[in-house]
Each structure stands twice: as structure tokens, then as C-alpha cells.
């Protein structure tokens, strides 16, 4: 029997009905300029934020964007985010075949499954997926700029940066594949404090420097994971957009920091 990982914050972070829905993130896209002139090249990895979307949606789009120009080419999304309502140890797969939103369902990639099975920080836990928004929020962004792909879901919890990045290295492959990494940044400041707080934040990320704190960035596990990764195979990271929920929809009394970034492969300089 097939299972299927059903919405849990459909109608709460954003709208449960497709038709909505689809207005709602084309709405986000369009907004977003891809760059202030001249090609942009396609993101390997990406930082994304997965409040709800009146908060952060504009945010995330702004990554999001990037990806439509290899919408046809992306045929796998390695998807991390923090696990906020069930503790589990290491990186937890939810056991599922396949993942739902009000766009449809996105096949889980058993592939991919199958060898990180041998990983010894690899877990299954539907549990630690059923309730968590980190990793669903991104979906219908993704079901919006790809065409057809698989999605390969971590719940990250209490695992190693070099865990995280060992098993962002088995599943690299090349073009095809995409790393998303799901995590706000600091949570319930006031806000001047925040922005100042959450600009150090960037800086850092666009420095490669770990450790990110989970008082930085709820996702600060999988970011360092991602930072080793990006050190390694030389990316270049690019902060996209940065705010807070006070800029957005929210009181400035007590704010939740977000960004976006993308993380490009360095282009090899002609001879």
C-alpha cells in the first residue's frame, strides 16, 4: 500500500484551495525580479524561509524565482528542514511515497531513498513529518516553477553539520538535483534587534562561517550542514532578500527574522 503524506497547514500557512493557491504563489513569482540585469545563473543549493506566507512567502519567492529557468531540467529537490514538534535522532525520512498539496501530489524519490538507507544518520519517522510545516510550505513553490520532480524530504534533528553535509555529498548529483534548506532566523526579538542580529547572520552565511546557532536560525543544523557542502565544492553564495515579519504582516514588539539565498556553482573562466 502507497503512503501518502497528507497537508497539515493547508488553509492555515497558506490557502487550501488550489485555485487560490495557484494566484497566491504566482502572485509571489512575479514580484520577484530574477536580477537587476544580465543572465542569472541557476542556483545548486538554496536558503529559503517557511513561515506562513503573508509573512515570508515574498521572501521565499525571491529564491524561488531562480529556479524557473531549469524548471525542465530539475528533476530532484533535496528538501531539509528542522524538526520543531517531534524530536527524532539524525535526518528523518517520513516513510511516505509520495508528498500532498492542494496542487497535487510530488512523488517521493525511492532512489534516492534507498541509499541513504545505508547511512547510519538516517532514520524514518513518519511522525516527525506528519505535523511539520518547515518542509511543506516550500512545496508549492516548487510544484509552481518545476515541471516534473521528485523530492527527497529530511527532517533534520539532532544530527552533525558533517552529517548532514555526508548526506548532502551522497545525493549531489549535477544539474538535475537542487538542495533546498528551510530555516528562518532569529525568533520573537524586538526589532531593531533582530535586524542587526539577523544582518550578522547573513554576513556569515555569505562567509561560509559556521557554526549558524539555533538562536541565528531555527534551521542552523542543515544550513551548517550546507556551508560545509558549499566550502567544498566552492559555491558562491548570494543573499537574495533579507526582513522580518515585522516588515511584512506582523507587530515590530517581537519579530521572526528571514532570507533568502542562492548558492551557485563557481563558472570555470575560459581559456
Not at 520577484?32 to 524561509?49: C, M, T, Y
Not at 506562513?52 to 521565499?60: P, Q, V
Not at 530539475?74 to 516513510?95: F, Q, T
Request: with cysteine; charged share 15%.
Amino acid at each position: 500500500m502507497q503512503h501518502l503524506r497528507r497537508p497539515a497547514v493547508a488553509g492555515t500557512f497558506y490557502p487550501d484551495q488550489s485555485p487560490a493557491l495557484s494566484r497566491k504563489v504566482e502572485e509571489l513569482l512575479s514580484a520577484a525580479p530574477l536580477s537587476a540585469g544580465g543572465d542569472v545563473q541557476v542556483p545548486k543549493a538554496l536558503i529559503v524561509p517557511h513561515a506562513g506566507y503573508i509573512y515570508s512567502g515574498a521572501t521565499a519567492a525571491l529564491a524561488y524565482a531562480r529556479l524557473a529557468p531549469a524548471h525542465a531540467t530539475i528533476k530532484r529537490v533535496v528538501l531539509l528542514g528542522p524538526v520543531r514538534r517531534v524530536p527524532v535522532y539524525g535526518l528523518a525520512l517520513p516513510g511516505a511515497d509520495f508528498f500532498s498539496t492542494p496542487l497535487g501530489t510530488i512523488e517521493v524519490d525511492q532512489e534516492a531513498v534507498a541509499v541513504l538507507n545505508g547511512m547510519p544518520q538516517i532514520v524514518v519517522s513518519a511522525p516527525a513529518h506528519a505535523q511539520e510545516h518547515s518542509l511543506e510550505v516550500q512545496l508549492p513553490f516548487l510544484q509552481s516553477v518545476l515541471d516534473h520532480f521528485k523530492v527527497v524530504p529530511l527532517a533534520v534533528g539532532d544530527a552533525t553539520p558533517v552529517e548532514v553535509a555526508e548526506v548532502l555529498d551522497v545525493l549531489w548529483g549535477g544539474p538535475e538535483t537542487v538542495i533546498v534548506v528551510s530555516s528562518d532566523l532569529s525568533h520573537f526579538l524586538p526589532y531593531s534587534t533582530a535586524q542587526s542580529v539577523d544582518a550578522a547572520t547573513a554576513r556569515s552565511i555569505l562567509q561560509l562561517d559556521t557554526p549558524i546557532t539555533h538562536e541565528q536560525a531555527c534551521g542552523g543544523t542543515p544550513i551548517n550542514g550546507l556551508l560545509i557542502a558549499a566550502r567544498e565544492r566552492h559555491l558562491d553564495p548570494q543573499l537574495l532578500g533579507l526582513c522580518n515579519s515585522g516588515d511584512t504582516a506582523g507587530d515590530k514588539g517581537r519579530v521572526v527574522g528571514y532570507a533568502a539565498f542562492a548558492f551557485t556553482e563557481k563558472k570555470h573562466a575560459t581559456q
